[in-house]
Nanobody, 125 residues
């Protein structure tokens, strides 16, 4: 059974930084495309960033230059380094993984089979 466990969320002031981590267990991490999505209260879930086993990455426009996604295959962990945080970045951030992602659906939440429980990120003004 594949499990994803996120950590690293919390409360930070605007302009600050946080690093989220997502440990993947029970599956073939090397085969997975991994991504982060987020959902703020009253809003739709939205794509944040994705990276695949070839370390190709893509970002939502609203985080480009501020967030960096990376993965450590030795630790079966994917990271999201967040800098220059804004109050509008406040959301529950969820890690996802799937072995059958293609270029055209990599930013679609419905394409991912495996989800973490989510971690809260709150950015104060």
């Amino acid at each position: 059974q594949v499990q994803l466990v996120e950590s690293g969320g919390g409360l930070v002031q605007a302009g600050g930084s946080l690093r989220l981590a997502c440990e993947v267990s029970g599956g073939a991490f090397m085969r997975y495309t991994t991504a982060w999505f987020r959902q703020a209260p009253g809003k739709e879930r939205e794509f944040v960033a994705v990276t695949n086993r070839y370390r190709q990455s893509a970002y939502a426009d609203f985080v480009k230059g501020r967030f960096t996604i990376s993965r450590d295959s030795a630790r079966n962990t994917v990271y999201l380094q967040m800098s220059s945080l804004k109050p509008e970045d406040t959301a529950v951030y969820s890690c996802v993984a799937d072995a059958n992602i293609i270029f055209s659906n990599r930013q679609m939440a419905a394409a991912y089979k495996h989800w973490g429980q989510g971690t809260q990120v709150t950015v104060s003004a």
